[in-house]
Structures are given as structure tokens and as C-alpha cells.
């Protein structure tokens, strides 16, 4: 079992900067830890990933460059940190964790999820 939680979220002006974590209780070693958002009246997607044991990292192509995923094993917290952020990254951010580093875009791969932190981007 793992359990998530959310912090970190905000409301920013555009090209500002945020930084998420997400704390981990369980076997956190085992998993792949993600970062997923939601728009309203979209669908959840992808934002990034990181593989527990190895801190092999994988992002999808609009945060990639502005974002980066890292996690402290010792607090059992993975981070997002996001800079130049835009309006179009306003979201519910979602931190979630699977059992292997495997089709690490797709939500459905994902077994434990946090309840979310709003992130809101002004322009």
C-alpha cells in the first residue's frame, strides 16, 4: 500500500514558479512515481515521471525544459518544480505511483493516487 499527498500548489502570475511535492508513505522503493494534471473539461494527462529506484526520468513534450521531477528517498517525497510557468499549465495536479516503470504516460498504469493541489497560472 501507498499513500500520497499533495502540497505546494498556488496561484502564480505567468512566467512564475512553483514547486509541488508529493509525500510518500509505504513501499514507495519499488514504484515509479508521476505527475499528472487535469484542466476543467479536459482530460487527465501525463506531465512527468521518475523511476524510484534509479531517478531515470521521463516528461511530456510541453513541460519538458520548464519542469523537472526529482525525489528525496530519505523524506520520501518526490517534487515537481515548475518554472516559467504558463496559463495553460492551470490545473489540479496529481501525484501517483505504480507498481513498474512501464507505460509511464498512460493514468491507467498508475495504482495509488493523491487527492490533487490546485495550480493556478495568471495572466
Known amino acids: 500500500q501507498v499513500q500520497l499527498v499533495e502540497s505546494g500548489g498556488g496561484l502564480v502570475q505567468a512566467g512564475g514558479s512553483l514547486r509541488l511535492s508529493c509525500a510518500a508513505s509505504?513501499?514507495?522503493?519499488?514504484?515509479?512515481m508521476g505527475w499528472f494534471r487535469q484542466a476543467p473539461g479536459k482530460e487527465r494527462e501525463f506531465v512527468a515521471a521518475i523511476r524510484w529506484s534509479s531517478t531515470s526520468t521521463y516528461y511530456a513534450d510541453s513541460v519538458k525544459g520548464r519542469f523537472t521531477i526529482s525525489r528525496d528517498a530519505a523524506k520520501n517525497t518526490v517534487y515537481l518544480q515548475m518554472n516559467s510557468l504558463k496559463p495553460e499549465d492551470t490545473a489540479v495536479y496529481y501525484c501517483a505511483a505504480a507498481s513498474v516503470w512501464s507505460s509511464v504516460v498512460t493514468s491507467t498504469s498508475y495504482h495509488y493516487w493523491g487527492q490533487g493541489t490546485q495550480v493556478t497560472v495568471s495572466s
Open positions: 509505504g513501499r514507495t522503493f519499488s514504484y515509479c
